[in-house]
């Protein structure tokens, strides 16, 4: 008896197939200095309902999320074991809703071919430790979104890795809107996605050794489209990595979403995507020829840099450490278990670089993104790279103001000498300067920012009559008489026809 769904959603179908002979030790992924600690909770979104699908039941609930979180950890484990791949297919089936599916049926259930070389990976022990303190400091955290329908442990050794060397991985699993299950709406599906990565980002932000200021978000598959709705709609979230992520073969679904922009995507971004699709594979499967080439965002994208990577050993299954484990391989297209296992691990390398790089600004992590593979010892022909370097965003009085704003007003010669610097193009309109010092002027609490604002105002633009007046009504309204008499007559110097200059002078002389 086995369930009728699959778990692990692949883009392309696969037939002829093998069973492939992996490990974790295999995959020999090189971990930090962090002993790595691992939790697994369930929160409930109040705001959205949900209903079990397999209890056969009219009643919803608030929406359960479950969130697995991997985190560097205390360096004392004594008296604890790391925990077996067994520990973390108990949590799927705990997101699967069959918590009491005897763990002897784990490989028959999920499709899983029932082999004594994937049971051997049930009993394989992982590297990290249930429950562990946490360490302590600010670490980076990274969101984990799942691909199609699947389970947040999917990349469990991924996220281990990157703990391990000093990240928090938080992660939940691919759920559908009402249910288990996705609906025919990927679209709404993809929304939904993204609010629970939102929701995610809300929960690591209870941990105080979460550093909230440096967010990334990094999904598979289906995953990938999500990320970037969510990034749009959350500045908080500083750079993207995508494991194959469907938003490279489905930019006209991501399009439909009303809260994707293209020109919102201003954060860095690595795409790792499959190897080519043979031209028998293709007119087997079904599939269409242009998805070894097309890549649509990437072409669309402007103001983020771009990293584009092929890894020519890995089909899409295989960028998840379920589908190296335990997926099946097809012979008309895999590499070796030992390719696959190589890629992998430079998978993972270019996604710790590239957080490095745009995390915590390691310049050595950049240098090592920017580099031809060949240089950072890759062999020749296992991957391929593009780079698509982000143009210049014009920066508009909003974003001055934006900035102005955070810093009470001060300084702005400071600050529009560094913004010119950066934006050579970038202009203040004397209209927008004149009314912004007016507002702030005449509000009790802000009346000397408005004064800041002029005296930029009329450092930029010198010989305007107006701004002057606006000035000495200023220094009027916050008692400030002697400068108010002084900026009133130099209007006058500069437009001798000033009406309110002329009547102000004669009251306050």
């Not at 993972?348 to 050595?364: H, P």
């Not at 220094?475 to 400030?480: A, C, D, P, S, T």
Request: with cysteine; charged share 20%.
């Amino acid at each position: 008896m086995k369930r009728l769904s699959v778990l692990i959603f692949l883009m392309f179908f696969q037939v002829n197939l093998i069973i492939g002979q992996t490990s974790l030790n295999k995959i020999d992924l090189e971990n930090g200095k962090h002993k790595v600690g691992f939790r697994h909770y369930i929160r409930s979104d109040s705001t959205r309902t949900y209903s079990r699908i397999y209890d056969y039941t009219n009643q919803t609930i608030a929406r359960p999320i479950p969130v697995s979180i991997w985190y560097p950890s205390i360096q004392d484990t004594k008296g604890k074991e790391k925990l077996h791949v067994l520990d973390y297919l108990e949590i799927l089936k705990e997101e699967e809703e069959w918590e009491n599916l005897p763990n002897e049926q784990i490989l028959n259930w999920f499709y899983y071919a029932n082999t004594p070389a994937n049971q051997n990976h049930l009993k394989e022990i992982a590297n990290a430790y249930p429950k562990t303190e946490f360490a302590k400091g600010k670490f980076p955290v990274i969101i984990y979104t799942p691909s199609y329908q699947s389970s947040s442990i999917e990349n469990f050794a991924l996220c281990e890795y990157l703990a391990s060397h000093g990240y928090i991985v938080i992660a939940s699993p691919s759920r559908g809107t009402e249910t288990r299950w996705f609906s025919n709406n990927n679209a709404k599906e993809m929304e939904n996605q993204a609010s629970d990565v939102a929701f995610l980002i809300k929960e690591v932000g209870k941990y105080e050794m979460a550093n909230y200021d440096k967010i990334a978000v990094m999904g598979f598959s289906f995953g990938g489209l999500s990320n970037m709705i969510a990034q749009n709609k959350n500045e908080r979230i500083k750079a993207i990595v995508s494991l194959d992520g469907t938003e490279r073969y489905q930019y006209a679904l991501l399009k439909k979403s009303p809260f994707f922009d293209i020109n919102k995507m201003e954060v860095p971004y690595i795409h790792m995507s499959q190897k080519e699709i043979p031209d028998n594979v293709l007119e087997e499967d079904n599939i269409e020829a242009e998805l070894n080439t097309k890549f649509d965002l990437y072409d669309s994208i402007s103001y983020s840099t771009v990293y584009r990577l092929k890894f020519h050993h890995l089909t899409h299954s295989y960028f998840s450490t379920l589908g190296i484990l335990f997926g099946d391989r097809d012979q008309r297209q895999d590499k070796s278990d030992a390719e696959i296992m190589e890629s992998y691990k430079w998978v993972s390398t270019y996604t710790l670089n590239f957080l490095n790089a745009f995390l915590i600004n390691d310049v050595s992590a950049l240098c090592f993104v920017e580099n031809n593979p060949s240089d950072n010892g890759v062999r020749n022909g296992l991957i391929s790279q593009r780079t698509k370097q982000a143009e210049s965003v014009a920066f508009s009085f909003q974003d001055f103001n934006d900035v102005a704003s955070s810093q009470n007003y001060q300084n702005l010669f400071q600050l529009y000498d560094s913004i010119v610097k950066k934006h050579p193009s970038f202009k203040i309109p004397e209209g927008n300067l004149n009314t912004l010092g007016l507002q702030l002027v005449f509000n009790p609490s802000t009346s000397e920012q408005g004064i800041n604002v002029f005296l930029l105002a009329t450092k930029l633009y010198p010989n305007s009559a107006n701004l002057f007046d606006s000035l000495a009504e200023g220094y009027l309204h916050i008692g400030n008489k002697s400068k108010a008499i002084e900026n009133f007559e130099k209007s006058l110097e500069l437009n001798a026809q000033n009406q309110n200059a002329i009547d102000r002078l004669k009251q306050l002389k």
